[in-house]
C-alpha cells in the first residue's frame, strides 16, 4: 500500500528565504507526482507535475525534484514571500490506477 | 483552462438532514470525478471515484450508504451525505478528470460542511 510521507509538518521562515520541502513515498512504482498549495478553506492548485521518467520541473520560483529510485521529491521554493503562505501537498499516482495518493502536507508560513 | 465548481461552498445544517454537494466540469467532459474528505489539518483522504453512467467506487471503510454519489452526466456529480451526524462535519473536495489515460485531475474549491 502507497504512503506519502511529508516532512516538515510545519515550517515558519522570514521573508526572502530559500526552502526545501520534503516528500517521500515507500512505492517507488509511479506514474507521476504532483505538488499542489491549499490556501486555508480552500481547494487545490496544481503546482508542478513531474512524470516518472523526469528528474525534475520548474515553474517561476519554484522547482521540484524526483528520484524515483529513492522514493522521494522536493519543492523548492526560491526567495519566499508572504504570499507563498499555504499548505503544500505532493501526491503520487500509482502506475496501475488513476487515483492520486497525498501526503500528510507541510503548512508554510512566510513571515515579513 | 479545466474549470471544476463546487457548490455549495459552505453548508450549516442540523444533525439528520441529508446534504447534497455537486460538482461540475465548467468547460470540459468529466469521465471520471472523485470525492474527498479533508479533517482539520490532516491530508486528502480519497472517498470514491465516480464514473459517468456507472456506479461508483468506494475506497476501503467508506459507507456507501452514508455517501450516495450520482454521476448522471459528462459534466455533474453529486455527493449526498445521508442523515448526516455531527461526525460527518468536514470539508469535501471534488475533483474531475478528462477521458484518456491518467488525465490529470482539476480540482474544485470543496464544502465546509457542518452538522450541529
Known amino acids: 500500500k502507497q504512503e506519502v510521507t511529508q516532512i516538515p509538518a510545519a515550517l515558519s521562515v522570514p521573508e526572502g528565504e530559500n526552502l526545501v520541502l520534503n516528500c517521500s513515498f515507500t512505492?517507488?512504482?509511479?506514474?507521476?507526482l504532483q505538488w499542489f498549495r491549499q490556501d486555508p478553506g480552500k481547494g487545490l492548485t496544481s503546482l508542478l507535475l513531474?512524470?516518472?521518467?523526469?528528474r525534475e520541473q520548474t515553474s517561476g520560483r519554484l522547482n521540484a525534484s524526483l528520484d524515483k529510485s529513492s522514493g522521494r521529491s522536493t519543492l523548492y521554493i526560491a526567495a519566499s514571500q508572504p504570499g507563498d503562505s499555504a499548505t503544500y501537498l505532493c501526491a503520487v499516482r500509482s502506475g496501475n490506477t488513476d487515483k492520486l495518493i497525498f501526503g500528510t502536507g507541510t503548512r508554510l508560513q512566510v513571515f515579513p | 483552462g479545466a474549470v471544476v465548481s463546487q457548490h455549495p461552498s459552505r453548508v450549516i445544517c442540523k444533525s439528520g438532514t441529508s446534504v447534497k454537494i455537486e460538482c461540475r466540469s465548467l468547460d470540459f467532459q468529466a469521465t471520471t470525478m472523485f470525492w474527498y474528505r479533508q479533517f482539520p489539518k490532516q491530508s486528502l483522504m480519497l472517498m470514491a471515484t465516480s464514473n459517468e453512467g456507472s456506479k461508483a467506487t468506494y475506497e476501503q471503510g467508506v459507507e456507501k450508504d452514508k455517501f450516495l454519489i450520482n454521476h448522471a452526466s459528462l459534466t455533474l456529480s453529486t455527493l449526498t451525505v445521508t442523515s448526516a451526524h455531527p461526525e460527518d462535519s468536514s470539508f469535501y473536495i471534488c475533483?474531475?478528470?478528462?477521458?484518456?489515460?491518467?488525465?490529470?485531475?482539476?480540482f474544485g474549491d470543496g464544502t465546509r460542511l457542518s452538522i450541529l
Open positions: 513531474i512524470q516518472s521518467s523526469q
Open positions: 475533483s474531475a478528470s478528462r477521458q484518456g489515460g491518467y488525465q490529470p485531475q482539476h
Open positions: 512505492d517507488s512504482a509511479i506514474y507521476n
